[in-house]
């Protein structure tokens, strides 16, 4: 009866013809029983005392079975951290980490560079208001891009199968889990900030990333299965929140709302927008046989993914050409006027975004759309050409 509880506490099988045998023990010499029900003890884990049980089924089972573990049973503690890093998506993560903070010292350059600034002082609310604002913006992140995992697992076994749920190293459980406690714990460190750090100004890009990004995801809306709709969430985050509500927010946080220049915010937030566009074409040019045995109706599935790859890139060329003639344009007009600092700053952006254009000239020619293998490669180049128009974004 003893051994019986136990497998009923912890979850682990009891040892049914241990029972029978303990039953008939009665009948046995003492030194047998005795034998007997030591062993039937170890086989359980006991490890030589009946206070301190060492539990050998996998913790998983324990609890009655409730709960289950978050990866694979037997991996190692680095391992699960690659497993976990793996579940975030880290390219869209470092995208996050990197463009918060830059938009922030975007909208605080001009106070920087003006003659009386008090830069100390500066710099210090910048870096306070920057990590209040990244965390809860890094777990959003982790929850948009862990919601989306979950519904597309099936997909996902067709399109990405190195992926942690569709390869199996992470249970559903185990990715719900890490999603519902990543948006929790950034809503609960979003309200325990002081009304100075926090407040709408900061709740407005959080919950309007988590809903756009619910809505990207989830049933019964699944945006994703429109097109228009789908790339219009991603232009909105990517573009409209993070620029302009992280803009709005450091601005706030740090007493400059009266100094915020609407227009210049807005200039950044409509070039990352177009950006984000591309971005959302390019995801789904790999995706298009998952997609289609899903019957997402992406638009590299609707028109196919030679056309849809085609687009995508030029959007992209174009918004590089634009660019680098915009701002070559204010470098002139800059050295006309003998500043130096904004020439300099100008004639860098132009020219990297000159050099962007000629690397994606280069590299598109030597990709085949009906290659997943390619167009994934050609999306990641993409990825880090975000990255750097981030790095350059002060500059503007």
Known sequence: LPIFKFGLFTGCKPDRQSSVDGAQDGAST??????????????LGFAGSRRQPVLRCHPRRAMAGALQSTVNPGVSPSEMLRTLWDFTRPHTLIGTLLSIPLVHLFAVAPMLSAPAA????????????????????????????????????DIDKQNKPDLPLASGRLSIPGAWCVVLSSLAAAECLACSYPSELGGWALQVPLIGSA???????????RLKRYPLL?????????????????????????GLAAQASILRSSMGAAFFAVFGLVIAVLKDVPDVLGDEVANIRSLSVRIGPDRAFAKAVGILRCLLAVTSCAF?????????????????????IAAAAL?????????????DPQS????????????????????LLPLA
């Open 30 to 43: 003492a030194a047998a029983a005795l034998g007997k029900r030591t062993a039937a003890v170890r086989r």
């Open 118 to 153: 008090n830069h100390a002082m500066l710099l210090g609310q910048l870096g306070l208001t920057t990590l209040a604002a990244l965390v809860p913006a890094l777990l959003v992140n982790v929850y948009i891009t862990g919601l989306n995992q979950i519904f597309d697992v």
């Open 211 to 221: 809903l756009l990004g619910t809505a990207y995801s989830a049933p019964p809306v």
């Open 230 to 254: 789908a790339a219009f969430c991603i232009v909105v985050v990517r573009g409209v929140v993070v620029n302009l509500g992280f803009y709005r927010y450091v601005m706030s946080a740090m």
């Open 328 to 348: 070559a344009a204010t470098c002139t007009a800059a050295l006309v006027a003998s500043r130096a600092f904004p020439a300099l700053s100008r004639g860098t």
């Open 355 to 367: 050099l962007s254009y000629k690397l994606v000239e280069e590299k598109q020619c030597r990709v």
């Open 372 to 391: 997943p293998k390619d167009v994934y490669a050609f999306y990641m180049f993409v990825w880090k050409l975000f990255y750097l128009s981030y790095l």
